[in-house]
């Protein structure tokens, strides 16, 4: 288990943590209100996440020795899935890559317990998943891994990786280049990006002010949806009910006025609505938690969801279907269907960097999603997929 969960969980819950400072940041009395929530249970989310890097820990050595046998073995041991383990074995093939890039004497250290003691803030801890020293070229790479299939991460302006930075880097700064990195195989996110000395002791700087201004008694409040997404106070937090009643009242204010609307009053609403709804998500969430843990709620309960038939045992099932005779050829029993890329770089990885087997393979144009334009994707291309087929021709 990462040092850092295991100081959240069981030392001084004043301590700032890197995976949670860009909430801080953003809202310093969210700090002082997630004090006041009781921990719970690690998700099964961040349980999973946990598991996976303790497998690219335990694997890395194996890897670099190419003994596959050792590193199936780990997966085993670790009950890590074959999919997740795929995950893994995608971190270690991106560090080799930056392994190769460093000088002769470069070293590498794996979950490095970081502070920024030497930086005056004695406060903030945490643990770096990948730390590479080249002296040869004067510079740090740093790595973070995420395995989250849901929100996309990158390296950009990333708090957590500049306090991680920070913190490999310590004061004063005696390195002349430094790169940080995300790794999210699930979303296939490679992110890096390079930060001057000048730069992180700016970001430095902005943290000690950040962590003072949450210290003070009356620290301000500014929910939004991405402040409050991981907060543990979000669902008690009078200001973010406060925002989502002001923000209802605008709502309504440019519903009165349709259809006489204009595409900034479109842009608008749906940014009103994005918020609100994130807001009813997390009560939802924690009214369906509420009831599981034995508290009724007046005028709501908990039912099944729907579910879908299997078999109680597959072989007594088929010993029973074909003795029966249910189907006239036994085939009938079985469907067949064609491996996908993915399936076959499971099956065989060597397959993710063979130029033939790459000829084989396209990736259509994704159908297009409305997102806010922060996110960092390209935008949507209409008619992308046809241009390409022409391009072909």
């Known amino acids: 288990?990462?040092?850092?969960?295991?100081?959240?969980?069981?030392?001084?819950?004043?301590?700032?943590?890197?995976?949670?400072?860009?909430?801080?940041?953003?809202?310093?009395?969210?700090?002082?209100?997630?004090?006041?929530?009781?921990?719970?249970?690690?998700?099964?989310?961040?349980?999973?996440?946990?598991?996976?890097?303790?497998?690219?820990?335990?694997?890395?050595?194996?890897?670099?020795?190419?003994?596959?046998?050792?590193?199936?073995?780990?997966?085993?041991?670790?009950?890590?899935?074959?999919?997740?383990?795929?995950?893994?074995?995608?971190?270690?093939?991106?560090?080799?890559?930056?392994?190769?890039?460093?000088?002769?004497?470069?070293?590498?250290?794996?979950?490095q317990h970081i502070t920024l003691a030497s930086?005056?803030?004695?406060?903030?801890?945490?643990?770096?998943?990948?730390?590479i020293k080249d002296p040869d070229n004067h510079r740090i790479i740093m790595d973070d891994h995420k395995f989250g299939q849901g929100v996309p991460v990158y390296a950009e302006e990333n708090v957590q990786l500049l306090t991680y930075l920070a913190g490999v880097v310590g004061f004063p700064v005696e390195w002349d280049e430094f790169e940080i990195c995300i790794i999210q195989p699930p979303l296939n996110i490679y992110s890096s990006a390079r930060v001057t000395p000048e730069e992180l002791k700016n970001f430095v700087n902005k943290v000690a002010l950040g962590i003072e201004a949450a210290k003070k008694p009356d620290a301000p409040y500014v929910p939004s949806e991405d402040t409050c997404r991981f907060c543990a106070a979000k669902n008690k937090c009078r200001a973010r009910y406060d925002m989502a009643v002001n923000e209802a009242k605008e709502v309504f204010s440019i519903a009165s006025r349709m259809p006489e609307v204009t595409v900034k009053d479109k842009a608008r609403l749906a940014e009103l609505l994005t918020d609100i709804e994130q807001v009813k998500k997390a009560l939802f969430a924690d009214m369906h938690a509420t009831i599981l843990n034995g508290t009724a709620i007046p005028g709501w309960k908990l039912v099944a969801g729907r579910s879908i038939r299997k078999w109680a045992d597959e072989g007594n099932a088929m010993k029973w279907i074909l003795g029966e005779k249910v189907f006239k050829d036994p085939e009938d029993l079985f469907t067949k269907k064609f491996v996908s890329p993915s399936q076959v770089e499971k099956l065989n990885r060597k397959m993710k960097k063979d130029p033939e087997f790459m000829?084989?393979?396209?990736?259509?144009?994704?159908?297009?999603?409305?997102?806010?334009?922060?996110?960092?994707?390209?935008?949507?291309?209409?008619?992308?997929?046809?241009?390409?087929?022409?391009?072909?021709?």
Request: proline residues 6%; hydrophobic residues 40%.
């Open 1 to 111: 288990m990462k040092l850092e969960k295991l100081i959240s969980d069981f030392l001084d819950p004043g301590l700032f943590a890197p995976s949670g400072l860009s909430r801080v940041l953003a809202c310093p009395a969210s700090f002082r209100e997630s004090q006041t929530v009781p921990r719970g249970p690690s998700s099964s989310f961040a349980q999973r996440g946990t598991l996976l890097h303790e497998g690219f820990t335990m694997v890395w050595e194996f890897y670099v020795a190419r003994n596959e046998s050792k590193m199936a073995e780990v997966f085993k041991n670790l009950s890590i899935v074959p999919e997740d383990a795929q995950h893994v074995l995608s971190c270690c093939d991106y560090v080799k890559t930056q392994l190769i890039t460093c000088g002769p004497r470069a070293t590498i250290d794996l979950e």
């Open 119 to 131: 930086w005056g803030l004695p406060d903030v801890w945490g643990m770096a998943d990948v730390v």
């Open 359 to 393: 000829k084989l393979v396209i990736k259509p144009v994704g159908n297009p999603q409305l997102v806010r334009d922060s996110d960092k994707r390209d935008s949507y291309v209409t008619g992308a997929e046809a241009d390409d087929v022409f391009k072909k021709l």
